[in-house]
């Protein structure tokens, strides 16, 4: 798509940042355009249900939830692009937005990139990739039918991760780096009341071992005792930290000294007219309903600056 024609305000993503800057834009009768690639949703569409929602006291998935902003974006007037960005700059007074098909024109750009889970960091991570090791519980849970597989991560995401595999493996070792992980009540109990799981606390995993060219076991450091726990494993689910992807942005507006983009409260990036959303920005929260909260912030920041 070429598209010469100026937008008001051109949001890279399609997770619930991204769907809730377009919802807010297109509602204040900006020209609102919003570019992902593949599906909208983002993480979203990997969470069978979304707990700490306020107001949502049924159980809601997630890929329901991002449909209803999806559509309530689209009743607004948000018009909606499906490339992958690979460059955003400074184009005069706004901003051009390229992908592989598509060249915008904006008079300012939300970046709501989001964050993939960060790697673990150990040898062999990559080539285990998708041969045991993986990123996404829901999505990769079921390969493991009977199988005995470990969680890492101290989130209650984790911990809820963990429960989700239990479904299918014959037992979830959860390893958590700190003595106390961060559990809500209802985590802790649900957690307790399976026989499938059990939790090894204050470890970290150090060691990926291969069998036949898939996951085969792992050794874990005990960060109490430093004693080492062999542990055979044909899957571990790494729920452990945010890797940013603010590639698109380096250089142009400041970055944390994990990568994650600075803001001020009305979502503002060191550049002006280019505002940062959701997973990607430094000190997010880390729930849906903040990545909401920030998609209406930038909105509303979009179109202060546009008619300032
Ligand atoms: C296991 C797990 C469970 C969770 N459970 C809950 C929960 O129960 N309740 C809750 O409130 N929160 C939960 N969260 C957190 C919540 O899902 C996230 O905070 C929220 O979805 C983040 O939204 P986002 O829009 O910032 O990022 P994302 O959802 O990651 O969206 C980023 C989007 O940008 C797109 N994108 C990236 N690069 C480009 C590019 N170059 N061009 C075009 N598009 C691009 C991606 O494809 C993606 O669609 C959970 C998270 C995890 C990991």
Do not use: W
Request: proline share 2%; hydrophobic share 45%.
């Amino acid at each position: 798509m070429s598209n010469a024609d100026e937008y008001d305000v051109a949001v890279v993503g399609g997770g619930l940042a991204a769907l809730s800057t377009g919802l807010f834009a297109a509602g204040f009768g900006l020209r609102t355009v919003v570019v992902t690639e593949i599906v909208m949703g983002g993480e979203l569409i990997n969470l069978e249900e979304v707990v700490h929602f306020p107001g949502m006291s049924d159980p809601i998935s997630g890929s329901e939830l991002a449909g209803r902003v999806e559509a309530q974006a689209l009743a607004a007037g948000a018009e909606f692009v499906f490339d992958d960005v690979t460059e955003i700059t400074k184009d005069g007074t706004g901003f051009a937005v390229r992908g592989l098909e598509t060249d915008i024109r904006s008079r300012t750009v939300v970046a709501a990139m989001g964050a993939g889970r960060r790697r673990l960091g150990l040898d062999a991570e990559g080539d285990l990739e998708g041969r045991g090791i993986s990123y996404c519980g829901t999505c990769d849970g079921p390969l493991f039918k009977e199988k005995s597989v470990a969680v890492v991560g101290d989130h209650d995401f984790a911990a809820r991760e963990a429960l989700v595999v239990s479904r299918y493996a014959s037992s979830v070792t959860l390893i958590t780096r700190r003595a106390e992980p961060d559990l809500s009540d209802a985590t802790r109990s649900a957690i307790d009341e399976s026989d499938r799981i059990r939790v090894l606390s204050h470890a970290k995993v150090e060691t990926l071992t291969a069998s036949g060219g898939t996951l085969g076991a792992v050794q874990i450091r005990d960060l109490e005792t430093d004693g080492v726990l062999g542990l055979d494993v044909a899957g571990l689910f790494v729920n452990a930290g945010l890797e940013p992807r603010s590639s698109l942005l380096r250089g142009l507006v400041d970055l944390d000294p994990d990568g994650f983009v600075r803001v001020d409260v009305g979502m503002r990036t060191s550049l002006t007219g280019l505002l940062a959303v959701g997973e990607l920005r430094s000190d997010f929260v880390g729930y849906a309903v903040a990545a909401a909260g920030d998609g209406a912030a930038a909105a509303g920041s979009a179109r202060r600056l546009i008619r300032s």
